[in-house]
């Protein structure tokens, strides 16, 4: 039991220091979570199924492609622990779909950074991102050929039909912004055995 403990304190502290790594490099919050408190919703894939970001059939890591809602749910069981980070940034219009965009992208762009640094730290890890994979500047998808990074495709939280709005809650994050601020959200998952 005690072994059971200090195992237990050993990733609580791992995921500590990831959490402080990710404010470092500029994220608002960071907060480590057990994978088993994360929820999930597969009715949630009905609002990629109205495709507003264009990207439903048309990108690898997005749906149909990327797998059923309870296939997604079991990649991400499949790990143990969850670091939460989010970006809050000042926008002139949430509404702006091209202010939000480059907002969404500079948030990926750095944890697609923290990502590398992360994966030295706990190898074997993978990355639930805010938004469509963006590896490529068009997902080869659209032209019907191979994806040439099949290890490196990110989906994203509605692709996996993760409780968002829940899991803020549960890090102590804020998911509805006020007036003026957008907020997005990004997940790495891995477990003891990439410590």
Known sequence: RRHAHTERRGIMNQGERFAKM?????????????????SFDASLRRYCEMNLC????????????CGTPEQMEAKV???????????ITKVNDIRDDTETKK???????KMSELVRELRQAAPGGTAVMAGPCALCNECKKKKGEKCIF???ISSCLSAY???????????GMVY??????????????WSEEGI
Do not use: T
């Not at 990710?22 to 994360?38: K, L, T």
């Not at 790990?79 to 970006?87: D, T």
């Open 22 to 38: 990710a404010v470092e490099m500029g994220f608002s919050r960071a907060a480590c979570v057990p994978v088993s408190e994360i």
């Open 54 to 65: 264009g990207s439903y059939g048309n990108n690898y890591a997005c749906p149909p492609d």
């Open 77 to 87: 069981r499949k790990y143990q622990n969850a670091l939460v980070v989010q970006s």
């Open 103 to 109: 907002v969404k992208k500079e948030h990926n762009r």
């Open 150 to 152: 099949p290890e490196g």
């Open 161 to 171: 039909c993760i409780k968002a709005q829940e899991l803020a809650e549960k890090c």
């Open 176 to 189: 509805w912004c006020p007036e003026g601020e957008a907020a997005f959200f990004s997940i790495y998952l």
